[in-house]
């Protein structure tokens, strides 16, 4: 599976963006679509993932209320809907495939998106 990320941008904090991840291939049911970030200097961080046959939802502590993951089965394309963006939110965000229980380290994902920047200016 290839997974292709877009939707970065500049915006400033308070402000919405969302990001898409397109799979080239297809997704099976066990699979489990997450998105991750790094800012720049740091390590890459969980944000949040969907398990793509049930549509289970998981958010790392910091996004809860403000990001919602989403995915469009049809179009083998998962959503990062972002709210209410911070500064700290400024970083590259990926997205990835996992088919392992452990979906929030970024370790055990076997298929990377090239990453799409975001920047949230104060």
């Known amino acids: 599976v290839q997974l292709q990320a877009s939707g970065g941008g500049l915006v400033q904090a308070g402000g919405s963006l969302r990001l898409s991840c397109a799979a080239s291939?297809?997704?099976?049911?066990?699979?489990?679509m997450g998105w991750f970030r790094q800012p720049p200097g740091k390590e890459r961080d969980f944000v949040a993932a969907?398990?793509?046959?049930?549509?289970?939802?998981y958010y790392a502590d910091s996004v809860k209320g403000r990001f919602t993951i989403s995915r469009d089965s049809a179009r083998s394309t998962v959503y990062l809907e972002m709210s209410s963006l911070k500064s700290e939110d400024t970083a590259v965000y990926y997205c990835?495939?996992?088919?392992?229980?452990?979906?929030?380290?970024?370790?055990?994902?076997?298929?990377w998106g090239q990453g799409t920047l975001v920047t949230v200016s104060s």
């Open positions: 291939g297809r997704i099976f049911s066990s699979s489990i």
């Open positions: 969907i398990r793509w046959g049930t549509g289970r939802t």
């Open positions: 990835a495939r996992t088919s392992s229980s452990s979906f929030s380290q970024y370790q055990y994902y076997d298929n």
